[in-house]
């Protein structure tokens, strides 16, 4: 058995994803880079990208922002979330994706808590778009 409550630590983690998929659709650029550790590793598979992983904040938000200024991405939806909590400060969870440019999936989103701060931030990211409406 576990010292900590699963289900509490899944909100929690859950909450923190649901916010950065608000943000990405209010175009809030600056929170959803900062929402990245700054040595999280992102695989954009099928997005243009040259070369996998990207690896730090600064290269992620090279990305998004690139992704944003080509594409206007907006309205952005997980669907057929899974969520596993591995421990008492992390989680990863996979869904599928929409939005109004294209749809895919994400194979794996890793999400870590700051116990100082009580923050939680995204460690590592694998996402693949399946299709392009542009």
Known sequence: STNYDES??????LA????????FNM????????AYLPTAKLYARNASVPSLPLVGREKIGEFWNNFYKTTGATNLIYYDRKITVTGPSSGESSSRWTMNVGDGFIDKETWMKNNETGIWLLAFEDFTVEQNYR
């Not at 509490?8 to 983690?13: N, Y």
């Not at 175009?27 to 900062?34: A, P, R, S, T």
């Open 8 to 13: 509490d630590v899944g909100t929690q983690f």
């Open 16 to 23: 923190a994803s649901t916010e950065w998929i608000r943000r």
């Open 27 to 34: 175009g809030d650029f600056k929170y959803i880079v900062n």
